[in-house]
């Protein structure tokens, strides 16, 4: 069994991300004052999707890649999945605060999400091959 140290590389960049959108979270909590959900804000409710988007999706896309990597998939491979899927984590973001309907806001949400699923859907299939 191998570390997976490609998964683990691209975690990090991934976890500075989070580390962003859930610091803008709490900045936003403390200066609107609303101690549990969006207070009714809708620049604030963005933020909290944001960060909830990544939550939802990263830990199982983080699962399929470390053990595609484990259960030896070809390190280019890997480089281009979880090239991909920071690609698509740092787009993402942009759909809550780029203006709802523009050129930007369709395509951080069309690739984000999309480049997102499409990594975790090779992934699980390919890890129906790779299982001993």
């Known amino acids: 069994m191998t570390f997976p140290v490609i998964t683990l590389s ?4 991934i976890s500075l991300i989070h580390s962003f959108l859930s610091i803008r979270v709490v900045f936003a909590r403390t200066r609107l004052r609303v101690p549990f959900g969006d207070g009714g804000q809708d620049e604030f409710a963005r933020r909290i999707r944001a960060h909830g988007n990544l939550i939802e999706y990263l830990p199982l896309a983080i699962i399929l890649m470390g053990s595609l990597e484990i259960l030896g998939e ?3 491979v ?3 999945a979880m090239a ?4 698509a984590r740092i ?3 942009g759909t809550f605060w ?3 309907g523009s050129p930007v806001y369709y395509f951080c949400r ?3 999400a999309f480049t997102t699923w ?3 859907t090779a992934a699980t299939l390919r890890l129906i091959f790779l299982l001993p």
């Open 10 to 13: 691209y975690l990090i960049p």
């Open 74 to 76: 070809r390190p280019m």
């Open 78 to 80: 890997m480089h281009a």
């Open 84 to 87: 991909l899927l920071l690609a």
């Open 91 to 93: 787009a993402h973001p």
């Open 98 to 100: 780029a203006r709802t």
């Open 110 to 112: 069309i690739f984000g």
């Open 118 to 120: 499409a990594v975790m």
